[in-house]
């Protein structure tokens, strides 16, 4: 009879282990160096120490029912109605923001009809999820709107 060891091979397998997460880690940081990473919006903290007045905005405009209503239209346009009769001079800016993507943003200032009705075509808009946030003055108060619309 011969006196054969039996080597234990759990060494390998450690280093086979080993090495198959050190891949697994470097395969990770590569994929993640090539994706884009969009800020919400690029200037977030001059547009943070300036919150406050937004609040006061959005305060004001639920007390006073002075909010604005978004939808879809017949003819597939957006229709944007503002609470305000003919007499009143609405100035200010629409912004149609797209969450997943800054770059589809775009900025509309306010144009309202004889009954209080912006129209904005939708023709060049991405079909998803957007924000309509509407910042308005009428009657030399601030008020400022924020709603959600989901193109198809």
Known sequence: MTNKKHKSKW???VAFLYGGFVL???SIVFYVSFQDFQMVEDDYYRKELVYQDQIDKMERTRKNNSDVSVEIASSGNILIKFPVNNETDVVGTIKLFRPSNARLD???PIKLDSSGI???AIDRMVRGYWQVKVDWMAD???YYSQSPL???
């Open 11 to 13: 060494g390998y397998g």
């Open 24 to 26: 697994f880690m470097l």
């Open 106 to 108: 775009v900025e509309i």
């Open 118 to 120: 912006q129209e904005i």
């Open 140 to 142: 030399s108060i601030e």
């Open 150 to 152: 989901f193109l198809n």
